[in-house]
């Protein structure tokens, strides 16, 4: 009985270890599931005029996020269609507010402009994702994926069915973004690519999609508008648009090590909040939706080397001591987004008062009144001292 008893125990010991391997080597394969090296965006605002303020901020404020989530700007193409920043009409010259208040300027210290102005083309940007481009082109300019890139390609202005405008001038449609796309996957530019794009009827605009490995979102379906969100009487107009918005909420909580999938992606704005009805494309990725991390797009790969030695790190005492007097002699200045709170913050704390403004025909009216006393007090032959 006790060598029975024994002979189960080393079975069920060698049953554990064996589970323990296994689940060891899932959570291996859970973290290399995704099979890229390295993380690019593509990120397009198509829109001029200070009426279009929003569409400027949208793309800002997700230049914003995925360069916390660790994406550098050598892997980032930020094409703006106007400067908003240093529009006359701006009250806050050099900013640009993606929240009330003025509370959260997204444009900073350190935004790197690689297309702007007339340089936001159908033409410039097709050239950027196929790698048709100049030899004079620079560095900076160029999408250089490969096969192991994960690529997020984020667009946002006016449209319509099967349509996105270029600067009021000129127009992409789906057919040519697919084609595009599947140049791409030709080309072994991408490993795996997320579209996602803010805009009227946006769902259109995947509908040609053929390539492989694409996953789709769009913040209206066909025959919808997307609306805007957000507005400020202080700069008159919208700061943003409610599909992004309602995504860049969902950024902020997002951290390097998060876990969310593209699952929860899906449902950050639904119609109660969006008005609109968001849209989503995934029969084209070969991956269940829920196995994808946030992270393989938003985030950036960090090459690591898996060791079971513990290393021990002992700085040299003379390589500390002139750091830090090379630090104490040199002041120089952070470059970072200016002084504001976390946007969790933002987004719950009370707004503030208002400021007082004249209504609308209050100046007219008191023009008219100057005139009516100027009419009873001199008649109209005295009209020639005005005019």
């Known amino acids: 009985m006790a060598a029975l008893s024994s002979g189960c125990l080393v079975t069920v010991c060698a049953v554990l270890v064996a589970v323990s391997a296994q689940y060891t080597e899932n959570r291996a394969e859970h973290f290399f599931r995704s099979g890229h090296t390295n993380n690019w965006a593509v990120l397009v605002c198509t ?11 949208n793309t800002l404020s997700v230049y914003r996020s995925v360069k916390r989530l660790g994406i550098p700007d050598s892997h980032i193409i930020l094409m703006l269609a106007d400067d908003m920043a240093c529009n006359s009409r701006n009250p806050k010259p050099a900013t640009v507010f993606s929240h009330k208040n003025m509370e959260l300027n997204v444009y900073g210290d350190n935004v790197e402009v690689d297309y702007r102005g007339y340089e936001v083309t159908v033409e410039n940007f097709l050239r950027v994702l196929t790698g048709r481009l100049p030899p004079s082109t620079p560095r900076l300019k160029r999408l250089l994926s490969d096969d192991r890139s994960n ?10 069915n099967g349509f996105l405008k270029f600067q009021d001038s000129e127009e992409i449609t ?32 995947y509908e ?8 789709a979102l769009a913040s209206s379906q066909v025959g919808e508008d997307s609306l805007s969100h957000q507005p400020d009487m202080g700069i008159g107009v919208h700061l943003m648009d409610r599909y992004t918005f309602y995504v860049l909420e969902f950024l902020e909580e997002i951290h390097p090590a998060s876990q969310n999938n593209m699952n929860d992606l899906f449902q950050v704005c639904p119609k109660s909040l ?8 995934t029969d084209l990725f070969q991956r269940d939706p ?37 630090e104490e002699s040199v002041k120089t200045e952070l470059v970072t987004y200016a002084n504001q709170l976390p946007v969790s913050e933002i987004i ?13 025909g209050f100046i007219l009216g008191l023009w008219a009144l100057i005139l009516l006393v100027f009419f009873k007090t001199y008649g109209m032959k005295h009209m020639k001292h005005i005019f």
């Open 290 to 326: 829920q196995t994808v991390l946030i992270t393989d797009f938003f985030g950036s790969v960090r090459k690591v080397e898996l060791t079971e030695k513990t290393a021990v790190l002992k700085p040299h005492l003379e390589a500390a001591k002139k750091s830090v007097s090379t």
């Open 47 to 57: 829109s001029r005029f200070w009426f279009n303020y929003r569409h400027v901020a």
């Open 348 to 360: 719950h704390q009370k707004p503030k008062p208002k400021e007082w403004h004249p209504p609308g």
């Open 274 to 281: 969006c008005v609109s009805t968001p849209g989503h494309r």
């Open 151 to 160: 690529i997020l390609i984020y667009m946002t202005g006016h449209g319509g």
């Open 174 to 205: 789906n057919v040519e973004l697919a084609d595009a796309f599947e140049q791409m996957w030709q080309k072994r530019r991408y490993n795996e690519l997320l579209f996602i794009i803010d805009t009227c009827q946006g769902a259109s605009m």
């Open 208 to 215: 040609r999609f053929y390539s492989p490995n694409i996953i």
